[in-house]
């Protein structure tokens, strides 16, 4: 076959790997067993730096008229007084996008297939199963079928981003560091014509065993998760955050109508679902070949709402490394990079959405009680609410990486994103810095750079970058550089600053 990486699963995380590495020049094919885009809401939540990803990868814009914004998570008690709020409002985040959106995932999975439909380095196979995959003396066999029958392919590459139950990830071995953690959720989602008037957040309602989420995720839609009574289920055997069985809908609707003011009733209920939820993360993301991305590597709680976005920054992460080795700008050595980088981040997003969904599900009135008086207290620390995102979000490449000898470090900036700055254009429509930037590695220069950091870039065929040049982006620019003590920093394809000269 031709394409050198195949792709199993065409949900955000593979198309997006896929949108990735098209824009690197490397050609993949996606293997999907379903038709068509899944049809049932899942996900509802991206942050802006997964919108800065879905930008890269040249669905935004298609993407766009479908978020709604919204402005962060509350987690409330029982009379929905506020014990601990994490804000998320603003229109420009760091990374040059909204820091919170919601969304039905159907409509992100159609913009990311209008991305890939426009990559000519991309196919796309539906109704394809992969039966088995294999490594045997250096050569990697996916034996699939389709209508048409059975068939073999022998790519070089095998991202597994085909979900919990990863034919990939079996293959790889499927060890994990798992939590423990295990509820059972029914989701109801609603379409409601009248207007609710609710906070245009995420509602974490912390009332032990009858632990409730509610949100608005568009314009008439709304969804309410509430928890379930535990079945016994032993923690080995359980699956995870798979749809199972449908709860009766006059339950849903009935338990709906428990948050709603009276005088509405124009309430529909578009499905209910029950989920169970659970906190792991596989111990291998990586065999030779082999690799798994998103749910296939790691199961997130959906409390934070960071679950998507983790597999979005996968496919950013590791889809550069792979267009460095195939086009032999780098050896195989930097793939090793992709889980000693990512797995600290998804580490900590696992332990934080399992501490929130803990504090939601504390029993007995003296535990909640004390639960309570403590989420009060922190959140009346001034700047609290800023810790849990800093917590979740480690610098990258400065462990495990090759590129850690390179890492001056004035106030901390390698390992850390370079933001994307906005401006409006003679139009009225914002402008970003990536544009300017693009998507490979980069030497961004206010004055000029040291000699070793010139090899250093020279040798990853970076493109040279004064701030000067950069536009109505420059004075921002020049000021985040100054802030942090540096001249002249050297940015990786995911955006990442892996070098950095100090001021002199």
């Not at 906190?279 to 590597?297: I, K, Q, T």
């Not at 550069?320 to 900590?348: C, F, M, N």
Request: hydrophobic fraction near 40%.
């Amino acid at each position: 076959m031709s394409s050198q990486v195949v792709i199993v699963g065409a949900g955000p995380t593979g198309l997006t790997a896929a949108a990735l590495l098209a824009r690197y020049g490397i050609e993949s094919t996606i293997l999907e067993r379903h038709r068509g885009v899944y049809p049932l809401p899942r996900a509802v939540h991206i942050d802006d730096e997964v919108y800065r990803i879905l930008q890269c990868a040249g669905a935004a814009d298609d993407f766009g008229p479908h978020g709604r914004p919204a402005e962060g998570m509350r987690l409330v008690d029982a009379q929905m007084r506020v014990l601990m709020r994490f804000v998320r409002d603003s229109p420009d985040g760091y990374h040059g996008w909204r820091q919170s959106t919601m969304f039905d995932q159907p409509d992100l999975e159609r913009a990311l297939r209008v991305a890939v439909s426009r990559q000519p380095a991309i196919t796309v196979r539906e109704g394809v199963d992969v039966e088995s995959v294999e490594v045997v003396d250096g050569v990697t066999t996916l034996r699939v079928r389709s209508e048409h029958g059975s068939e073999i392919l022998t790519p070089r590459f095998v991202l597994g981003c085909d979900g919990a139950s990863s034919v990939v990830s079996t293959a790889i071995g499927r060890n994990a560091f798992d939590l423990r953690f295990r509820q059972r959720w029914l989701v109801v989602d609603v379409r409601c014509a009248a207007e609710l008037h609710m906070w245009p957040g995420v509602h974490q309602v912390c009332t032990g065993a009858q632990a409730s989420t509610f949100m608005r995720i568009g314009r008439d839609r709304y969804r309410w998760e509430f928890r379930l009574p535990d079945r016994g289920d032993d923690l080995d055997e359980m699956d995870d955050s798979d749809e199972v069985d449908d709860l009766d809908e006059a339950w849903a609707l009935k338990a709906v109508r428990a948050h709603l003011p009276t005088d509405v009733d124009d309430v529909h209920i578009l499905r209910t679902a029950t989920y169970r939820h659970a906190a792991r993360v596989r111990r291998r993301w990586r065999s030779g070949p082999l690799f798994v991305l998103g749910d296939a590597a790691h199961l997130t709680p959906p409390f934070i709402g960071q679950g998507l976005g983790a597999g979005q920054r996968d496919a950013m992460n590791l889809a550069w490394k792979l267009a460095a080795v195939i086009g032999g700008r780098a050896d195989a050595r930097l793939l090793e990079t992709y889980q000693s980088e990512r797995r600290p981040h998804v580490l900590r997003s696992v332990a934080a959405a399992t501490v929130v969904g803990t504090l939601m599900s504390v029993r007995g009135m003296p535990a909640q009680t004390v639960a309570h008086a403590a989420m009060r207290l922190v959140d009346s620390v001034p700047g609290a609410a800023a810790v849990g995102p800093a917590f979740i979000y480690p610098p990258v490449g400065r462990r495990g990486s090759r590129f850690r000898a390179w890492a001056r470090r004035p106030r901390g900036i390698v390992g850390r994103p370079v933001p994307q700055f906005t401006s409006p254009d003679a139009g009225g429509e914002s402008r970003r810095s990536d544009e300017i930037l693009g998507c490979g590695y980069v030497l961004l220069v206010d004055g000029h750079a040291d000699a070793a950091l010139l090899r250093r870039a020279r040798s990853v065929r970076a493109r040279e970058v004064e701030v000067g040049d950069l536009g109505p982006f420059t004075p921002a620019m020049r000021r985040w550089l100054n802030t942090n003590g540096a001249r002249a920093v050297l940015i990786r394809p995911d955006r990442v600053v892996s070098a950095a000269v100090p001021i002199t």
